[in-house]
Structure formats: structure tokens, C-alpha cells
């Protein structure tokens, strides 16, 4: 009874999958990394495998309604195989291509008029020195394919500092180092057939590249502008006719303008308040989106949302802090994730909604920080 | 990483478990009936075997923190030889033998001042003749063991219409048949420290036995009987010394007083609102209360909520109604639970969070009914 999702990846995301699958008796299938980790320990029907092993991708799909990810690490010559098989892989490999290599997403958006950093794809420490002085140093240097939280993305404020990334024929992508008052993402989702449901513009707080918190709606951005965050977030999704999540991050720059830093396809860091704080959850919308199910309403029920990362913990297992953590914040909702601890690891998140903002910050902090170790 | 919670009995109740259990990385082991049922499909660590097999019951609590049910079906001596064993049983053996037999149920809340319909244990025609004349006919006569959903229970008009539940030294209960303006529900979760969180009270509203329909909080309940009904809520579970959810299901009788009609020890139907409309659902409120971790918070976040069950459907596989029932009902939060379709069986349920009490209903009401296959 019920349709098949089959899906890669064996974190926190798949994870996640699991509980508005089983409300809607969507039959979850993971390819998982670890048959004890993130996904696999909460997802029955669980195979251990790679991401980039044909055969077992093959397997994944055998019997399954669709394809869908919780990362971008599929080969794109895969993809294309399974799509060639008649095979169901949402979002498809060319709107996916966008998410796996920066390059191509920023020629993307450019060729879709959507409002970018300036950028250049730079093959030499010469052409980096070009990129520089015309955008003003420091820049951002990024490498195009397999950066995430952080990591593949440097700030350098000479030409010579980036040479180590240009090596060997590497190609990066420059940018230019953006003045923001904040980081916004937009979520949405779109079916194939072509509807599309948005979540209001929130504010994302980066610390050294990784999300720490999220504010839902960004509580200081002009309406005119979460209209226009809004509206370019819909034109990529048209334009590259994703479907299932797309989470677009922008940043909202000091001389009031809304510029597109990055783009995911799948669920998103910056969406994780919507299991608490919204009608239909991403996790849910996903799963309606990739099977091309009429999406659900995305109103959020209270005047705010934050929710806060756990990241590493000096505990060895950060369930024991729930005495403390469930005691002293009887209204947060806890996540983790089932991950072994480590430095700065995403092991879970915390989400509070309310009408107080500045008590939601500091109370979320506060219990992410319990879990993390800190305090009393 | 994190407690193990086990689980006796792999329907619904256990199969929505999984989601907070999930969030909390709480270790859920449900001893199931059979690997593919409801709960089954969704928890991986899911041995099969029977609630009264001592030998299935040893193993489900090997390495457990705590062991736990979903029904009433573990017979007492089974539990009490788990508890001389040391497994922390919760409900204990004591409390829960008021969930499995309903005279000794009546019995303890009587103790207990606890306001009833009339009763009395009846073990004759004669009897049962006798406690008739004196309540008034018709009356309400019990099983005392193993009913459920208007199963076990019938409404007789002479002490000869009960001659067949009185043969060979079976005992009943009988019970005056109350005249109620409307029945209620009372939720409340206790840990074994003695903390408690109450729900509002709901009003249930049942069709031939069966739950059809719950709003909370109950709309047409005066103050003084809410705060009346929560008051006995709180001592039966003081009385009886519970952990876990308790569900107490109450008549608001015509004359302005409230009576207790059942008691279960569990997650129930009639807190199934819960899951999207309070803080904290009644299945992460049920694992914290085993676990003794401090309770959550319990703020219904609407002014209402309506959950109307999925009884039975036209349809041979429910999950087909999801394109008509999606786009109609983009707030609803659809619940299906996975199990093969039977006349009036409990399939699934939707739940409506809001403002407008008509409406909710209706279009709650609307949306069951294409889960069921009627309509369009």
C-alpha cells in the first residue's frame, strides 16, 4: 500500500523523510552510507551503498515510484542512465547539475537574469588577479563541485593566496566579497506539473560558514524585498524546472538589494522549522513534490520561529543532557540526529515559536547549549 | 546513543511512536504481530511475537530502559514476573490492571471518590435483573476483560437480553445508561517522579462505538466542569500511581455533571490532535513520561483542532485519494496507518488546526470521507 520513495543518502535529511512518510504511508527507501547511521536507524528499508555505484542504484529504484536525494553526490552520468531507463529522478539531472557544480549555476542564474554577485569562472592565478581588481579584494574563492557547510570556500585577498586552488587545470569560481545586513533563504517546492508553494524569505546566521540559526520570516527585511526574494527563488525554479525542495540562500546587502549566494536541491538546513512552525513540513512537501501529490499549505501558525544547530557537544551522548534540556525549556523541540559526536558536527537542531523573538533566540541558544555540553 | 524504549503491540499507537521517537533518537523496539503491519512497516527493530508470550516478552526488554504498551493485552502475572525481574514496567502491573479489567477499574475509582455511573458487578440474570430495577432500564452491560471500540458493550432493555454474557461463571459489568450532552476525554501524561501535564479536555464523539470525531479543546463544556474534569483526570492518576498517557473518557451528562466512563493507559484516539496542534503530542509526551524525563509543554497553538477518523474504505488502497484529497484540503494533515482495509477498521485520521470551528469540521469530515472513497 502506498508509493515508493527511494532515496540517497543516509543522514539527518533522509532521516527526517521518515516521519511525515510514515504519517502518509509513503514507503520510505534509503541507500544509506551506514546501515546504524543518521537514516538507517530509523528507516526499515535501508541498503548500504555508495552514491556513485550504478548497480546499487539500480537496486534502489527496482520496484520505486521515484528517485529523489538528501545530497548532491550522484554522478551526473548516473543520473542520466536511470533517467534514460525511464526512471522517475526528481529533481532531474539537469536542474540537479546547478546544485553540483557552482560554475554552471551561476551561468544558469545569469543567463536567467537573476541578480548574482559578480563572479567569473577563473582557471589561473593571472585570471583570479584580474577578477580581484575589477570586483575589489578581498573576493571569495569557491571550488565549483563538492563544498557544503563551509568547507570549498575561502576569502583571500590576493591572487597568490587562491594559486593552491589552481593547480593541475582546477578551475574555481571567483566572487565578489558581498557587504550584507543579512543571509536570507527561500524554500520552495514544485511538483513537475508545475505548482510551486513558498515559505516566507527567512534569515540564516552562518558561524564559519556553518548555519546556526534561523529566524522565520527574516524579521528585518522590507516587504519589498522578501517580494523580490520571493519572486527570484520562482524564477529559478522555473527556469530550471526543478522539483521536490529548492532552497535558495541570497543575502539582503547593505545597499538594499537581494543577491543569490547559493542554491539546494532538497531539504535544507534553513527549513527545518518548518516541522514545528508551518502547516506542511519540507520534509513532507518534499515527498508530495517528487511524487507530483498536490502540495500542502506552508502558513506559519506563530508569529515567529528560530530554530538553533547543535554543533558537536562535549557530551559523548547529548540525549543525557535532556533532564537539564527538557526541565529547563519544557516548550523546545528537540532533534538530534543519531550521530557520533564530533567537533562541530551537525548532531541535531532545536526549534521554538512564539510571539517574544528575542526570548525564542535566547531560549533556543540556550537549549542548543545544553545539548552541546555547555552550561551548568 | 540514547534510552531504549520497548514496545508491546504494532498498531497505529505504536507506529506513531516512531516520529518523536525518531526526533529524540530514542531507541523504539515494538514487539509486533507481524512484520509488515502498522508499525512493522516503519520501526526497524520490530521482533514479532505475541504479548502473552513470556519467552518474546524477555527478549523485548533485554537492554531496554524501560518496557511499555500499546494495549491492555500483557497479562498480569507476565507482568509482574517482569517487574520481580526488575524491568521498569510502565504502566506498572498495578495501574494497568484498571485498563484491563473494568470492574476492578470502577472498584479503584469508587475507592477513590472518584464520580461514576451507577455500577455494580453482576454475576446472575438475577442480578442483573436487580441493579436494572434500581438504575433504571435500559442499562449498559460490560465485558469486564478484552473490549474495545464499542466491542464488549451493549445497551439491553431486560436482565433476559444479558443471559448470554452471565453463562458458565462469567461475570459483567453492568453500568446505568448515562443521558450525556456530550463525552469528553481528559490526556494527561504522569512520570514516575510524580510530575503531570494535562490536556484540555477534548469531546469525543463516537458513532456506534467507534471514535468518529475529536475537538479540542471541547467547545460546549463550562468552565467549571473543564477545570471539574481535569481535577478527576489528575486524581485517578494519583490514585492508581500511572506513568505514561492516561486517557480518561468522561460523560458531561445533561444534568450538569461530569462522570467517568473508561480508562486507558496509553496513547488514545482521542489525543491524536495532538501530534500538530499542541507543543507537545501525546506519543513524545508518552516516551518522556517512561522515561522520566521532564515533561513538554502541553499549549494547544490554534483555537481549535478537529481530528475526524478514517473508518473502513471504498477504496482498496487509501493512498490513492491523496491527488483529490490534497488539492481540496491543502491543510490537512492526513494520517494513514499502513493496514490493509476492512469494513469500519481504523485506517487513518485527518486533523484541522484553526479558527472557524464549523468549517474545521466540515472540511475535516470532507477530506475523511475521500480517504474512506466516498465523494467525488
Tied chains: 1, 2.
Excluded at 551537525?346 to 555547555?374: C, I, P, S, Y
Aim: charged letters at 20%; a negative charge; glycine letters at 10%.
Amino acid at each position: 500500500m502506498g508509493p515508493v520513495v527511494a532515496v540517497v543518502g543516509g543522514g539527518q535529511l533522509a532521516r527526517m523523510l521518515a516521519a511525515p512518510a510514515a504519517a502518509l504511508t509513503i514507503n520510505l527507501r534509503a541507500l544509506v552510507e551506514a546501515g546504524d547511521g543518521a537514516a538507517g536507524q530509523v528507516i526499515p528499508d535501508a541498503p548500504v551503498g555508495a552514491a556513485n555505484d550504478a548497480a546499487a542504484l539500480n537496486q534502489l529504484v527496482a520496484g520505486a515510484d521515484v528517485l529523489t536525494f538528501e545530497h548532491e553526490h550522484v554522478p551526473g552520468e548516473l543520473l542520466a542512465a536511470l533517467e534514460a531507463d525511464g526512471v522517475a529522478v526528481r529533481p532531474g539531472r539537469t536542474a540537479l547539475a546547478n546544485a553540483q557544480d557552482k560554475v554552471h549555476m551561476r551561468r544558469t542564474l545569469t543567463n536567467a537574469g537573476v541578480p548574482c554577485p559578480q563572479w567569473a569562472q577563473v582557471r589561473s592565478v593571472g585570471e583570479l588577479a584580474d577578477f580581484g581588481d575589477r570586483a575589489g579584494w578581498p573576493i571569495v574563492l569557491k571550488k565549483p563541485v563538492g563544498g557544503y557547510d563551509g568547507k570549498g570556500v575561502r576569502v583571500i585577498n590576493s591572487a597568490a593566496e587562491g594559486g593552491d586552488w589552481l593547480t593541475d587545470g582546477q578551475v574555481a569560481l571567483a566572487e565578489e566579497k558581498v557587504d550584507f545586513a543579512a543571509e536570507l533563504a527561500v524554500l520552495l517546492a514544485r511538483r513537475p506539473s508545475g505548482q510551486i508553494t513558498t515559505w516566507a524569505p527567512v534569515q540564516t546566521t552562518q558561524v564559519d560558514g556553518v548555519c546556526s540559526e534561523v529566524v522565520a520570516p527574516a524579521p528585518d527585511l522590507p516587504e519589498d524585498l522578501a517580494a523580490q526574494a520571493v519572486q527570484i527563488a520562482e524564477r529559478i525554479a522555473g527556469a530550471i524546472q526543478v522539483t521536490g525542495i529548492l532552497a535558495v540562500e541570497m543575502f539582503h546587502t547593505t545597499d538594499g538589494r537581494v543577491l543569490v549566494n547559493e542554491l539546494a536541491m532538497r531539504p535544507h538546513n534553513s527549513g527545518h522549522f518548518s516541522i514545528e512552525a508551518t502547516t506542511t513540513s519540507q520534509f513532507e512537501q518534499h515527498l508530495r513534490a517528487v511524487l507530483d501529490l498536490p502540495l500542502g499549505a506552508v502558513d506559519q501558525q506563530a508569529p515567529w520561529a528560530v530554530m538553533v544547530n547543535v554543533l558537536g557537544s562535549a557530551r559523548t551522548d547529548p540525549t543525557t543532557a535532556y533532564p537539564q534540556v527538557m526541565a529547563a525549556y519544557p516548550e523546545a523541540k528537540v532533534h538530534l540526529y543519531g550521530k557520533e559526536v564530533r567537533p562541530g558536527r551537525k548532531l541535531g537542531h532545536v526549534t521554538l515559536t512564539g510571539t517574544d523573538l528575542g526570548e525564542l533566540r535566547r531560549r533556543a541558544r540556550a537549549a542548543a547549549d545544553l545539548l552541546e555540553g555547555q552550561g551548568p
